[in-house]
């Protein structure tokens, strides 16, 4: 079945640490889709990036970065230099392509991060 | 604005007391779904509904009523909810389901509900 399990909570960090969020998952499907979410305080879930299970590359969007590695079945999200406005709720989500689970997103927890000035 | 608009933003409800809660966007999706956010708890999918069709539902109690009355608008009924039913109530939509998978879905901004 679909699992996705974001292990840390919380995390707190001074402005200008990098932080890492991490994230793992579990699926029988060789096609799947990984989503990285933003949550803000007005609650919106903000879409940040999206990856295919074929597409191993990492990426790098300004201060943003994500390590995908389907060898531990890891999708992890790096800010570098973190600033007081990546305070936020951040979450991991799958989909598999052949809707063995019906075709939709499957979320984790979620991880709270503070960034404090 | 992410397109997706969810009203209202807060409410506040006895257990006996019947309301609903409104999605309604114009990306011209087709794809519509609730989840429920509870704290410290994963986004739990409620209902699906694709082309005004309910594809899911999640096992969700049937104090919980959905509608679609159209491919644009989504409500969720409640009636005679539980202090445990307290959450963050999220309306998302898709192009259609099966790009849903592929592109993710777009967000609103959620109704946060506290039932007293």
């Known amino acids: 079945a679909q699992k996705v399990t974001q292990a840390q909570t919380e995390i707190s960090v001074v402005e200008k640490e990098d932080v890492t969020l991490d994230c793992v998952y579990e699926t029988r499907d060789t096609t799947y889709y990984l989503f990285w979410y933003k949550q803000p305080p007005s609650g919106e879930l903000v879409f940040l990036i999206r990856r295919n299970s074929f597409d191993e590359q990492n990426e790098i969007s300004g201060r943003y970065s994500w390590n995908f590695q389907k060898s531990t079945s890891s999708f992890n999200f790096t800010i570098t230099a973190s600033q007081v406005v990546d305070s936020a709720v951040y979450f991991c989500?799958?989909?598999?392509?052949?809707?063995?689970?019906?075709?939709?997103?499957?979320f984790g927890q979620g991880t709270e991060l503070s960034v404090k000035p | 604005e992410t397109g997706v608009t969810q009203t209202p933003r807060h409410l506040v409800m006895g257990m006996t007391n019947k309301k609903s809660l409104k999605c309604e966007q114009h990306?011209?999706?087709?794809?519509m779904y609730w989840y429920k956010q509870s704290a410290k708890k994963p986004l739990e999918l409620m209902f699906v509904?694709?082309?005004?069709?309910?594809?899911e539902n999640n096992s969700v109690p049937s104090r919980f009523s959905p509608e679609c009355p159209n491919s644009s608008h989504l409500f969720l009924h409640l009636h005679t909810l539980q202090p445990e039913d307290s959450a963050l109530y999220l309306c998302?939509?898709?192009?259609?389901?099966?790009?849903?998978?592929?592109?993710?879905?777009?967000f609103g901004s959620g109704t946060r509900l506290t039932v007293v």
């Open positions: 990306l011209g999706h087709n794809a």
């Open positions: 998302a939509s898709s192009r259609n389901r099966e790009e849903g998978v592929v592109y993710g879905y777009t």
């Open positions: 509904y694709n082309f005004k069709e309910q594809t």
């Open positions: 989500a799958l989909s598999e392509e052949f809707f063995d689970q019906g075709g939709k997103l499957i």
